[in-house]
């Protein structure tokens, strides 16, 4: 069993800045996919980046050049810092995890291919 617990939400202002940190315990295999996903209000759910066992990230265009995925191994936690926020990444933001590592092989995230969830943080941005 895999539990994945988010924190590092909160609120800031347009332009700023928030680390995401996702603590994991339990084992999330060799071959995973790790990402995180965002839901902001009246919004679907949306995938805002990814990174697997080998390292490779990839992210929504929305969030290219301002987040950063990351995995510490050591910490056994993953990360998402979010730079130069803006209002629209308002959102509750979610790890996921798949312990097979095919979520990783779409083309795009799908939250269904994802078997584990975290309980969420909230990102607010203001203007």
């Known amino acids: 069993q895999v539990k994945l617990v988010e924190s590092g939400g909160g609120s800031v202002q347009a332009g700023g800045s928030l680390r995401l940190s996702c603590g994991i315990s339990g084992d999330i295999g060799n071959y995973y996919c790790m990402a995180w996903f965002r839901q902001g209000p009246g919004k679907e759910r949306e995938g805002v980046a990814r990174?697997?066992?080998?390292?490779?990230?990839t992210y929504a265009d929305s969030v290219k050049g301002r987040f950063t995925i990351s995995k510490d191994n050591a910490k056994n936690a993953l990360f998402l810092e979010m730079h130069n926020l803006k209002v629209e990444d308002t959102a509750m933001y979610y790890c996921?995890?798949?312990?097979?590592?095919?979520?990783?092989?779409?083309?795009?995230?799908?939250?269904?291919?994802?078997?584990?969830w975290g309980q969420g943080t909230q990102v607010t941005v203001s203007s």
């Open positions: 990174t697997d066992s080998d390292g490779r990230t």
């Open positions: 996921v995890s798949d312990p097979v590592g095919g979520a990783c092989a779409a083309r795009t995230l799908v939250p269904s291919y994802f078997h584990y």
